[in-house]
Each structure stands twice: as C-alpha cells, then as structure tokens.
C-alpha cells in the first residue's frame, strides 16, 4: 500500500515518502503526516529473532513506500553499524522493575544518534529519486546536542555538506568540545557572538533568503535541514519500540500480545510519538507515559487539554494561574516550551481535521495557548501525563544506583522518577519499557554528584573516572575523544557575518 504525505495544516497538497523528508517542513508551516497509519503486516513471532536491521526494514518500508527495497536496505546498513558500540544497536537493560532502553550507544552517545545517523542515507537517497541534482547543505543552529548528533551523521556522507552554527558563549564546555573536534570533509562548524535564538533566527532567514538561494542553486547547491520534524527522524524511531517488544517477547518476559507500557522523557514530543506509532502499527502497547521535568507544559496538557505556555498550572486547582518561566534544568534537552512534534498528534486526534490543526496553532502562535475539545481530548486515553524536578531526579538516579548498580543520565531519571510515581499512582504491574536517551557519562557531573554531593567539588575528567569505576561499565569513544581531539574549529562570528560564512564554506 503506498503511503502519501500532506500537511497537518492541509489535507489536499500530497507528497511522497521522499519528497517529505527533502522538504522537511511543509510550506505552510505545518508538519508532514501520513494519510493513513500503516500497520505491521507480518506476526511478531516471525520478527523477533531477526537483527535491529531487519526490524528496521520491515517497519521503515510501511512508512517509506517509495523507496525501494534496495534503497531502503543501503540506508539502513550504512546507518547501523559499527557507528554503534554495540551489535544489539538498542539494548534493554532490566533494572528495579523497568526495562531501560538504552538509546545511547551511537556516535554522540544520546537518542538523536538512532535517527540522525541515518537521515543524511535518507536525504540522499530521496535527492536521487527526485532528480535533485544540487549537492546537499544541512544549515542547523545548536544549542548543543543536535548540532553534534547532525555532524556525526553527516560527516563524510557523499553528496552532503553540513554547517552548524551555536552560541560561542551559549554551550557546555563538552558540548563545544564535542562540536569543534568533528572530523570530515564536509563539515564546518562556527561560534556566534549571540545566543541561541539569535543563531536559530539567522538559520531560518537563510532558508528563506531568495537571492541566497538563488545563487546557491546557480552553484549546485541547495539547503536543507535536520530539524526533529522531519518525517526522516520520526520514522527511525519507530523501529526501536517494535524492536523492544521483540526483544522482552524472545527473552520470555512477555508473553506475544501481552500488552506493555512505555515511558518516554519528552522534549519536542517526537520520541514519544514514534511509541504512539508503534501502538498503531499494532505492537501491544497500553499506556505511553510522557515524562517532563519542571518545564512540565506537556503535563499541563495532558492534565486539562490546554497547551499554554506563558502560563502553568496549579497542581491542586488545575488552574492556568502562574507565569511559566522557561527553567534551566540537569536535563537539558527537556527544556522545552513548544513541543513541535505534538502538532502531529493534534492532528490525528482533531481526526484529520487540518483547518481545527490550523486555528489552534494559530491560537498558540497568537496567544500562547490552545484547548482542544473534549472529543479530542476522549482521544488522548493512552497518554498519562507525569513531571519529576530537580530535588525527585537526583534521589532517583541514587536510589536506583544504591539498588543495582545501574547508573543512568538525568534526562532517563526524569522518566525513571516519572514511571515509579505512575507505579505508585495506579498500582498498574504491565512490563514498562522506559526510554533511555543518554549516556550517563554525557551527563557525568549531575550523575556523580546526585549520588554522593561531596563530587561536587572535583572537575569533569575525575568525575568520569569515578562514573567508570562505580557503574563498570566503560568509558565511551566519544568521552576519550573530547579528552584527547585537537580543535578543527575556531571559526567565531557576529551573528549578521553568517550567510558570509556559509558562503566562504561553499567557496562561492
Ligand atoms: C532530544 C532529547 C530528549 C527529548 O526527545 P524529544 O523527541 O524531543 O521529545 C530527551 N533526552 C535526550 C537526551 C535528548 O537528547
């Protein structure tokens, strides 16, 4: 059955697999949706001794109609490799009564790895078929983490360049490490005297600078981006869910159609709705736990059915009566006020309705908010909406490390914390798959320090020495990596010299 591609803003304008994830975003603003969710068209029995390849393929080509078998296959074997410390590419790790799905051994150790190491054999692949013939720009803006995982990815991809823009002053000292000692042809990294809206701001103007772009096509290039819309990450992520399932059903921790739970730290919302996807393919999953930390505008919603984020809720009177402050937590990618990727599920539970997708994105562009309806809202029974802060996330990562030994990363403890007070909440026994997104050692002073504070005091290398020592597991290629790269790049500009930088990268 072929899938075909339209906006959440508009059902008419259909696109194909490849030409949605060329474009990224719709020109409307809205995000690509497939016109219908497709469903596993084999039995679960029959997947679950194949490899985290094989899963992918029979997942990805329900999605991908037009890519090819063999396409399809070039770009999974070229993204799930020996990129990954690990054959199992996601294992599942058991630990006080969760399975912790370890989405971190890639490239960057975190999440992202799992879809941007193979969106650039997505985008390639998708140029050809359309008789795209300009070389391929990936313009990001960073504040930290994507800026990484999108080099990672793209670094040496034929046909491919890649530029990342972050705040000189606005990054962690690792994470500028990380960024400025990218090996690869193809890449180019650079400091701006602004922030990071300043960067993103600067990114989008290009895309939408005419002559700009004008004069790159002359060249034979053309822009692109890796933003966690693309319907090329959403999809890759799909894969990890089923995957998961195969693994506790092989293992005899479930029996086949016995139905799970799924815990997920959520950000921009596209983690949790590539679990949503996986339900509707037909895994056996119950409820989808969407964990927040203080930035908790997901819990708020899903407490009410209303998305508002210049104002929090009371968590006693359900009342839209505080400001809400954007808050600076130890789990930084959480930080989040716009969770982009939610446009998607408004959209399948307004039932496709893309002028009501429409006016209540309107609403919150205009005035911060939304509510969605109460037949909306009837839809959204399989989320269960959770927060833990700061204080509950350190005596989280300790008390699991005091129990067995295991020692997770701040934005996993969110979830962790999330999933055990959801336990306690509803007494509810179903296997819970909780998604792990990051290494602890990316992580490894808010990790050290919630398990014994006297760490506080010593710095970054000793504190992953001590991580290596207590958890026994080893140090990853990309902490040795920041310890002993050389600096690639030391580009730092105003803001206004980007489009200047972008052309001195591309010699024009
Ligand atoms: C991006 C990220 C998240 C949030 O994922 P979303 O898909 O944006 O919800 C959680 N944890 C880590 C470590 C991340 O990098």
Known sequence: MEILYHSTRNNEKKLTASQAVL?????????????????????????????????????????????????LKYCIDHAYDSKFDTEEIAPLTYADGAYY???????????????L?????????????????????????????????????????????????????????VQEKQMVTQRGANVRVVGITGNFDDAQTGVKQMFNDAALKAELKEKGFVFSS???????????????????????????????GEQINV?????????????????????????????????????????????????????????????????????????????????????????????????????LSEKGAYTI???????????????ADEARCAEFIKGLYDETGYIIDPHTAVAGAVYENYCKDTNDTKACVVASTASPYKFARTVMTAIDEANASKDDFALIDILCEKSGVAIPQAIEDIRSAAVLHDIVCETEEMPAQVKKFLGL
Do not use: W
Not at 105 to 112: E, M, N, V, Y
Not at 159 to 173: E, W
């Open 23 to 71: 474009q990224g975003l719709a020109e409307d603003g809205g995000l690509f949706v497939p016109d219908e969710l497709p469903k596993l068209d084999v039995e679960l029995n029959k997947l679950k001794d194949m490899d985290y390849r094989g899963v992918a393929y029979e997942v990805m080509k329900l999605f991908l109609t037009d890519y090819t078998e063999e396409e």
């Open 101 to 115: 799905l370890e989405l971190f051994h890639g490239a960057t150790i975190a999440f992202k790895d799992m879809a």
């Open 117 to 173: 190491s193979i969106l650039p054999y997505l985008m390639t692949t998708a140029a050809k078929k359309n008789g795209c013939k300009e070389e391929i720009v990936i313009l990001t803006a960073t504040s930290g983490d994507t800026g990484k995982a999108a080099l990672a990815g793209f670094a040496d991809v034929p046909g491919t360049r890649i530029m990342v823009f972050y705040p000189k002053h606005g990054v962690s000292p």
């Open 226 to 256: 890796a933003n966690s819309i693309n319907i090329g990450r959403l999809v890759p992520q799909v894969v990890y869910y089923v995957y998961s399932y195969l693994n506790l059903l092989k293992n005899g921790k479930i029996a086949e």
């Open 263 to 363: 815990c997920v730290p959520t950000g921009n919302f596209g983690n949790i709705l590539a679990a949503y996807f996986a339900k509707q393919l037909g895994i056996p999953i119950d409820k989808l736990i969407c964990a927040s930390n203080t930035n908790k505008v997901l819990f708020d919603f899903f407490t009410t059915g209303t998305y508002d984020k210049l104002h929090s809720m009371d968590d006693q009177s359900h009342e839209f009566s505080g400001d809400r402050k954007f808050m600076l937590t130890g789990s930084p990618s959480m930080d989040i006020l716009i969770s982009s990727n939610l446009e998607r599920l408004i959209y399948l539970i307004a039932g496709g309705d893309d002028a009501k997708d429409k006016a209540l994105m309107a609403d």
């Open 373 to 387: 309806t109460d037949e909306m809202k009837a839809k959204l029974t399989d989320f269960v909406g959770g927060y």
